[in-house]
């Protein structure tokens, strides 16, 4: 069982950055894809970024790329979001996944464990 936490969470001004992090607990942590995804209010969650198990593929949806990188430090078994640019339109709680195999992964029912979300407020 892979429990995962994220932090980095804030109220940040559009234009602003923030860094998100997801700590595992897993000390297989290399061998799991990992994906970024992110919920508004009323909407679907969907997938902003994913990385594979190497950290050698990433995937990032349309309206984050080119201010949103995704990276991973296996040593310390973290996952990490950087936002930046930031728009109203980044609000929502944001989630991380892992998901064990090779890979990038974009969909939710392809991850087995999630973390408890951390809320990004951007503000106009």
């Known amino acids: 069982q892979v429990q995962l936490v994220e932090s980095g969470g804030g109220l940040v001004q559009a234009g602003g950055s923030l860094r998100l992090s997801c700590a595992a607990s897993?000390?297989?942590?290399?061998?799991?894809?990992m994906g970024w995804f992110r919920q508004p209010p009323g909407k679907e969650r969907e997938c902003v970024a994913a990385i594979s198990w190497s950290g050698g593929s990433t995937y990032y949806s349309d309206s984050v790329k080119g201010r949103f990188t995704i990276s991973r430090d296996n040593a310390k078994i973290t996952v990490f979001l950087q936002m930046n640019s930031l728009k109203t339109e980044d609000t929502a709680v944001y989630y991380c996944a892992a998901d064990h195999g090779f890979g990038l992964k974009i969909r939710p029912r392809e991850y087995d464990y999630w973390g408890q979300g951390t809320q990004v407020t951007v503000s106009s």
């Open positions: 897993e000390r297989t942590f290399s061998r799991y894809a």
